[in-house]
Structure formats: C-alpha cells, structure tokens
C-alpha cells in the first residue's frame, strides 16, 4: 500500500472526492482516507506519481509519505 499525505481533506466530500478521483483512473483501486491524519493509503496499479495527479486535480496538495 502507499501511503500519502493530503493537505486540504476536512469531511466527508473529501473523502468521496479523492476515492473517486483514484478510482477513476484505476476502477479495481482500494482507497483508505484517515482525515484526522491526514493520510490516504492506496493499493493500485498506478504508479505513485499517477496517484498523486488524480488527487491534486481534485484540488488537494499531496506528497508521498
């Protein structure tokens, strides 16, 4: 699993924005968000950079942990 850290996540929306946006680009995506950590795991096929895009299109700042 990768393991990110997104700036800007605060409710539910949030939550459903960026799991869609992973799962969009890669449907069979699991996507675990932690709000209070600020953390997103992913297990996917895409690439961590692929991750990454689809989430700060979403508006979010995001970096690898």
Known sequence: MQV???????CGHC???ITQA???KDPAAS????????EVGVESALTAQQVMEAIR???YGIQLV
């Open 4 to 10: 990110f850290n997104v700036e800007g996540m605060s």
């Open 15 to 17: 939550v459903k924005a």
């Open 22 to 24: 992973v799962q969009a």
């Open 31 to 38: 996507v675990r968000v932690d709000l209070a950590a600020r």
């Open 57 to 59: 299109e979403e508006g």
